[in-house]
């Protein structure tokens, strides 16, 4: 038996346009499965953000608990705080507010101000308050139910230059692997012009490094993201910083720590103090395209390179804790 492996989570339309086999094709064409060289002999479990099970005798790629705690950016903090420590002060929310009494002092030891009030399970800015005095505490606590409280955390406040997005893979440290991709652009005619974005070489981990934009960084208050300043506009080409590669080994840890195959992180740097920190980790990364676009969305293309390197490389790692021979994960190539 020769098997594609199965992908759930993620936005189900972009997980059937650029994972998931599509049965429209017979067996034997090239268009039923988007991803090359991606057929084993072993049935195979891909997830993007869902903490569905998988059958025991199936081999998975990013388990449930790694993603639950990806999920919280509070447990991913715990997590990785003790061999990852390029995190902020943080604690939960409910430590200093008490029955709508604030434990101020203790609040300006542990965390300080200017502080953010973030969402646990929050997503894209939302829920979010930049608090720079104890009058904005006040306000932030008027605002929300104490029975809400809870789901909130405080983060010491970091003045970032720039916001960067990391794919990384535990799985494909030292492995050398070339990406190329395409992507296109629309002439004033209304039609497309397709170019390749060149091949690269890595060898990290590094799955892709996307530099995060702000929507508009004028707004009322630019001090941190929210709906209003959020980060919606991503590009592949941009100047790495120095401490690009301590961002890229910072990142991969958390991945390890967190037992993530694969993720990406959202990393915070300031190029003038040249420090940095991650902020949240992602299982689910976005891959959104314009719907008439003839190219895939980058990020998809990338992760359509680096899955048949990671399964097979898990695999590998399966089969050799058990005392098999490493023959059997070989990549069965599509025909």
């Not at 104890?134 to 929300?144: G, S, Y």
């Not at 970091?158 to 296109?184: C, G, M, Q, W």
Request: glycine share 6%.
């Amino acid at each position: 038996m020769r098997y594609y492996p199965n992908f759930f989570g993620g936005k189900s339309s972009k997980m059937k346009r650029y994972f998931r086999k599509n049965t429209n094709f017979p067996i034997g064409s090239p268009d039923r499965y988007p991803i090359k060289n991606c057929v084993f002999s072993y049935p195979v479990d891909v997830s993007f953000g869902s903490t569905k099970p998988s059958e025991p005798q199936r081999l998975r790629i990013n388990t449930p608990s790694g993603i639950r705690i990806s999920s919280s950016k509070t447990l991913t903090k715990d997590t990785i705080k003790e061999h990852c420590p390029v995190l902020l002060k943080y604690n939960h929310a409910s430590r200093y507010i008490d029955a709508r009494q604030t434990k101020l002092d203790l609040l300006e030891q542990e965390i300080g101000f200017p502080m953010v009030a973030k969402l646990k399970y929050g997503f894209g800015g939302k829920g979010m308050y930049f608090l720079n005095n104890a009058e904005d505490l006040q306000k932030f606590v008027a605002e929300i139910p104490p029975s809400k409280i809870r789901e909130y955390f405080f983060e010491e406040y970091f003045l970032f230059t720039n916001e960067y997005r990391i794919h990384v893979s535990p799985l494909l440290k030292d492995k050398s692997i070339v990406y190329k991709y395409e992507y296109a652009l629309k002439t004033p005619e209304g039609s497309w012009t397709v170019r390749s974005g060149g091949t690269h070489l890595r060898s990290n981990g590094e799955i892709l490094g996307i530099e995060k934009k702000l929507r508009n960084p004028y707004a009322i208050n630019p001090a941190t993201r929210n709906f209003a300043t959020g980060v919606v506009t991503f590009s592949s080409n941009f100047r790495k910083p120095e401490e690009w590669d301590k961002m890229v080994e910072a990142s991969v840890k958390a991945a390890e720590l967190m037992g993530l195959d694969f993720c990406c992180t959202d990393v915070m740097y300031n190029k003038h103090t040249r420090k940095f920190y991650i902020s949240e980790t992602n299982t689910n990364p976005g891959m959104d395209v314009i719907p008439d676009n003839p190219c895939p969305n980058v990020t998809a293309q990338h992760y359509q390179q680096a899955l048949p390197h990671m399964i097979a490389e898990k695999y590998l790692r399966s089969v050799s804790a058990r005392g098999l021979s490493r023959t059997y994960g070989r990549i069965a190539v599509v025909n």
